[in-house]
């Protein structure tokens, strides 16, 4: 199983940008396809964007078209989440998370089978 760790989070005023950052070790990241999801105090953990192995593919929820970009760097072994426009409502826990399942890319939480720690992004208005 991959191993992955967060890191990037902080606190942003309202209009500010963070790029997440998302390490793998264990497993080469080019096997997975990666994804982001967050978790706001008293909800549920929501997708937020996808990218296939290749790097490809992508897709996003709606409420982050046009101001996040999902990329990654295979060689790295790293996937990133830059996120720019930031609004209160972006204001979660933001984990990534791997999928090694040889389907269609998802964005159901019970399709990636590896999970980080969380990263706080806290967006003030």
């Known amino acids: 199983q991959v191993q992955l760790v967060e890191s990037g989070g902080g606190l942003v005023q309202t209009g500010g940008s963070l790029r997440l950052s998302c390490a793998a070790s264990?497993?080469?990241?080019?096997?997975?396809?990666m994804g982001w999801f967050r978790q706001a105090p008293g909800r549920e953990r929501e997708f937020v964007a996808f990218?296939?192995?290749?790097?490809?593919?992508?897709y996003y929820t709606d409420s982050v078209k046009g101001r996040f970009t999902i990329s990654r760097d295979n060689a790295k072994n790293t996937v990133y989440l830059q996120m720019n426009n930031l609004k209160p409502e972006d204001t979660a826990v933001y984990y990534c998370?791997?999928?090694?399942?040889?389907?269609?890319?998802?964005?159901?939480?019970?399709?990636?089978?590896?999970w980080g720690q969380g990263t706080q992004v806290t967006v003030s208005s």
């Open positions: 998370a791997a999928d090694r399942r040889s389907g269609s890319p998802s964005t159901l939480r019970r399709d990636y089978d590896s």
């Open positions: 264990g497993r080469t990241l080019s096997s997975y396809i």
């Open positions: 990218i296939t192995r290749g790097g490809g593919v992508t």
